[in-house]
């Protein structure tokens, strides 16, 4: 993969049996849980007020224009409103201004609720776009419990658990293989992103096959051409959480799992950086991460884990890097590292 904030080549052919009027939609998916701004700091952690510089120069860095896509999408986990103002006004800001009134410069917006309220209380799990790559069609939270209630607790969870699901409809043009057509209203996709319970084994596992099926629902209602789940599941790859989603007849398959464990021995790809996502806040300047708990899952057919289709989706994936959370300083970000995924997405327009 490289400087994993490289653009993907869009002149890479996804597939020697792309269909006429197929376009590529070059595509990179972030993920970050960039913990919640404690006001009492375990050791070692750092106050959001000293951690927010170094996480927005993260985001802007692999965000930034003309080296990353357009239509790259960023999820979170762990967002306060607080941090959310933050980010909207110094991160996610085309036009740098904090001002109200040159709100409408700035080409990133978000979706998301707090997860206590539905409103603005409690913890985020926000979906960042840009309006110029993207259209709206659907947004919804679901709230992970036995009722859907808002703001209750599911099974035995520690904390209040959502899925945040975005319906998106690309603006951009077509940019590949013959597409002469104008419209292109079916060049659709399916996000969703979600934290999981980090104390509720059957939370995880019964929340998991609720995003199973909040997934199917959406994918019938609105026949996205391709979907992904984003997020921290506080499952490593043993657990409920994460075997449930990587089963045969699933619709999802961890990204990580499509790149070959040979050293990049066909000179295509290899996963950079460390394979753990979950730091905590290690004081050792030489800490290595504890778990593999933060995922990027790329949907697949229900019902089927077929060899054609994995190897439609390895030839999508150009990369897979799990983000260093601490430089020279030792200020951790967060007690998690980022993922990205860049990946060319084949859409079909009318």
């Not at 979170?76 to 709100?103: C, I, W, Y």
């Not at 409920?240 to 699933?250: H, I, V, W």
Request: include cysteine.
């Amino acid at each position: 993969m490289g400087d994993a904030s490289s653009p993907p080549p869009v002149a890479r052919q996804v597939s020697s049996q792309e269909a006429p009027g197929t376009s590529v939609v070059p595509l990179r998916i972030i993920t970050h849980n960039i913990r919640f701004a404690n006001t009492s700091p375990e050791k070692h952690e750092r106050l959001w007020e000293d951690r927010f510089p170094h996480l927005s120069s993260h985001f802007k860095y692999h965000t930034r224009p003309h080296f990353a896509p357009q239509s790259t999408l960023v999820c979170m986990q762990e967002v306060l409103h607080r941090q959310l103002q933050d980010l909207v006004k110094h991160t996610f800001n085309t036009s740098g201004s904090t001002s109200p009134s040159h709100a409408e410069e700035s080409d990133w917006t978000f979706v998301g609720v707090g997860r206590n309220d539905g409103k603005t209380k409690g913890e985020y799990s926000p979906i960042f776009f840009r309006k110029s790559a993207w259209k709206l069609r659907h947004f919804e939270t679901v709230w992970l419990n036995e009722t859907g209630e808002v703001g209750k607790k599911g099974w035995d969870a520690s904390s209040i658990r959502i899925l945040t699901c975005a319906v998106l409809q690309s603006a951009l043009p077509p940019t590949d293989s013959g597409v002469t057509s104008t419209s292109h209203t079916s060049r659709v996709i399916l996000a969703l992103n979600t934290h999981l319970d980090d104390q509720g084994v059957v939370s995880r596992r019964e929340s998991t096959k609720l995003i199973l099926k909040v997934a199917s629902r959406l994918k019938s209602q609105y026949s996205p051409q391709f979907t992904f789940l984003a997020g921290d599941l506080n499952s490593r790859p043993d657990d409920d959480a994460y075997q449930l989603l990587n089963m045969p007849g699933s619709s999802f398959v961890d990204t990580r799992r499509l790149i070959p464990d040979d050293n990049n021995a066909e000179g295509k790809i290899y996963a950079y950086g460390n394979e753990r996502t979950f730091t905590g806040f290690a004081g050792d300047a030489g800490a290595g991460g504890r778990h593999r708990i933060d995922f990027i899952h790329l949907g697949i057919s229900e019902g089927t884990h077929d060899e054609a289709e994995i190897d439609t989706l390895k030839q999508m994936v150009q990369g897979y890097g799990v983000l260093p959370s601490r430089f020279d300083d030792q200020i951790w970000m967060s007690d998690h590292r980022g993922i990205v995924v860049d990946l060319l997405v084949p859409m079909k327009s009318p």
